[in-house]
């Protein structure tokens, strides 16, 4: 129906017409009078202008009472005939609080843009029009706000844009006021309080190009470290099959399970490990395969510059690389993400896995502050390269690095299960000077558990980790409680959790964990993804 203010009934119509026509016909009549009428004396001019007036009023109110008579006779007219359908080619009325979209500028089938010789309005209105390139995507959310083809092969584009962030409130408290490294130095272990943004990320994904290419773009930003905002992956995949993909850019060196896992899937904890922080590898730039060729089992393996070189420029780095392979199988079905069960598998899933890496002749360190960068250390804590550590007076300037790992998980109807353990040694060293030894071992391991008391919401969980070697041995202690505001899924999740830590060995700016700590580790955070 069309709105009210837009219609205007035939009578009224009429009756418009009639009163202009009756008003043009007498404007002539007085005219012509006005004309034949002889002038008067001067002191008869008023009474002129006042029978001229009176006759065009006496002309005006006649034809006034034979319009209102015609009006009448269209009413009874009007009032006789029977009821008439809308015209089908009346076009519905848009309400006034409704703004057509894309949609209610789509042609109708069978109509075609104007043919080329007609010249075109350059306005951006025209540009937006459906035959453009705007109708070939969709703007929808599936785990990020993304812009998808209708028709991949047509156009090969897509974006989708992610965040994932991190806030936590971390506390330590103290129970030694110093630690000595194998260096000799005295260092102080500080107590902590503030608030923080230990990871933050904009993520963009899709597939460009080619069908089965694929793209990553991870932009890092953090309140922790002096630099705020870093550049952390980029990843360029070509699918062949689902048995074998290549990867090139800058990636998780893959040398350890609890490390691949993401820092914002459903951890048993704030943040991984004390051991995991200590052994893990870095990012680094290189090439990569991985796959899934037969059910359940996967594969990865890569080339990269170093074990942990990120950001160290080309001039830093040796003509040597980072060799690393790391395969798992998951026989009872799909395991799914973390190490909570936030997916109430009814039946048993498990998951098994090794990871090995070796680098060869590395000799610089990233710095502290690369993004998610952990330098390698020895047992105690102190980072290798530090002067004087193996011997007084003397840097260490080369060494291989070997990492090997084993994993296993288990979760079943809210309880998950997970274990790692590690063997690394630290060799072939080179130095400033005369060295006493020339390689170090150490070994670890993570065990932890947590149970969902509300399924799919509410979990309970513990964790202990350990590192032992040469230079010294350190543990940690922890438990606290995961909360899963939205059922089900790990996009907004709230942690607390409490930690003793013995004799730290780890440092790493987004953990929490610094080197030669002992006493109380508090962090409560809420990890929010979308």
């Known amino acids: 129906m069309m709105g009210r203010a837009e219609r205007v009934s035939p009578i009224r119509q009429a009756t418009r017409a009639l009163h202009w026509l009756a008003l043009a016909a007498a404007i002539p009549t007085v005219a012509s009078q006005a004309q034949t009428t002889t002038p008067g004396p001067p002191d008869s001019a008023e009474s002129t202008r006042i029978e001229r007036l009176e006759r065009m009023m006496s002309t005006v109110v006649e034809e006034n009472r034979r319009l209102a008579e015609e009006v009448r006779t269209l009413k009874g007219q009007l009032a006789a005939r029977p009821p008439q359908p809308p015209s089908p080619a009346l076009p519905e009325a848009i309400p006034a609080d409704k703004t057509p979209g894309v949609e209610a500028l789509r042609p109708s089938p069978g109509f075609a843009p104007p043919a080329s010789g007609v010249e075109l309005d350059p306005s951006p209105a025209w540009q937006a029009l459906p035959w453009t390139t705007a109708s070939r995507y969709r703007v929808d959310y599936e785990n990020g706000f993304a812009i998808l083809p209708e028709n991949f092969d047509e156009t090969?584009?897509?974006l989708r844009i992610r965040s994932q962030n991190v806030f936590r409130y971390d506390g330590f408290s103290r129970d030694a006021t110093y630690w000595t490294d194998s260096a000799g130095t005295r260092k102080v272990i500080a107590n902590n309080n503030f608030?923080?943004?230990?990871?933050?990320?904009?993520?963009?994904?899709?597939?460009v190009l080619l069908p089965k290419l694929s793209y990553t773009l991870n932009i890092d930003y953090n309140s922790v470290t002096s630099n705020p905002i870093g550049f952390r992956a980029y990843e360029l995949v070509y699918r062949f099959s689902r048995a074998f993909e290549l990867g090139a850019g800058q990636t998780k060196v893959p040398a350890s399970r609890e490390w691949q896992e993401s820092a914002f899937a459903p951890l048993q904890g704030p943040d991984r490990s004390m051991a995991t922080t200590f052994f893990r590898p870095s990012l680094s730039q290189g090439m990569w395969i991985f796959g899934e060729p037969l059910d359940g089992w996967h594969y990865r393996a890569m080339v990269s510059n170093g074990f942990n070189t990120?950001?160290?420029?080309?001039n830093q780095l040796n003509n040597r690389m980072c060799y690393t392979v790391t395969t798992l199988w998951e026989p009872w079905g799909a395991f799914g993400a973390g190490y909570s069960d936030l997916q109430d598998h009814r039946e048993a899933a498990i998951r098994l896995g090794g990871s090995y890496a070796y680098a060869i002749g590395r000799g610089d360190q990233a710095d502290s502050d690369?993004?998610?960068?952990?330098p390698l250390r020895l047992s105690d804590g102190t980072i290798i390269t530090t002067p004087?550590?193996?011997?007084?007076?003397?840097?260490?300037?080369a060494y291989d690095v070997s990492l090997g790992t084993i994993d296993f998980a288990f979760k079943r109807r809210g309880l998950g299960l997970s274990t790692e353990l590690y063997s690394q040694e630290l060799l072939k060293f080179r130095g400033t000077g005369a060295l006493p030894i020339h390689s170090t071992r150490a070994y670890g391991g993570v065990l932890q558990g947590g149970y969902f008391v509300i399924p799919q919401r509410g979990e309970l969980y513990a964790r202990t980790s350990a590192v032992t070697g040469a230079f010294g041995s350190g543990w940690e202690l922890g438990g606290g409680l995961n909360w899963f505001c939205l059922q089900g899924r790990d996009n907004l999740r709230y942690t607390i959790d409490a930690t003793w830590l013995e004799h730290s060995p780890a440092g790493q700016n987004?953990?929490?964990?610094n080197a030669g700590q002992t006493g109380l580790l508090f962090r409560?955070?809420?990890t929010v993804v979308y």
């Not at 690369?370 to 952990?374: L, M, R």
């Not at 004087?388 to 300037?397: D, E, F, I, Q, Y």
């Not at 987004?510 to 964990?513: C, E, L």
């Open 156 to 158: 090969p584009f897509s």
């Open 195 to 207: 608030f923080g943004i230990p990871r933050g990320r904009i993520i963009f994904t899709g597939r």
């Open 310 to 314: 990120l950001n160290l420029l080309p």
């Open 370 to 374: 690369a993004v998610e960068n952990s």
């Open 388 to 397: 004087g550590a193996l011997a007084p007076g003397v840097t260490l300037n």
């Open 510 to 513: 987004r953990t929490g964990y």
């Open 524 to 526: 409560t955070q809420m």
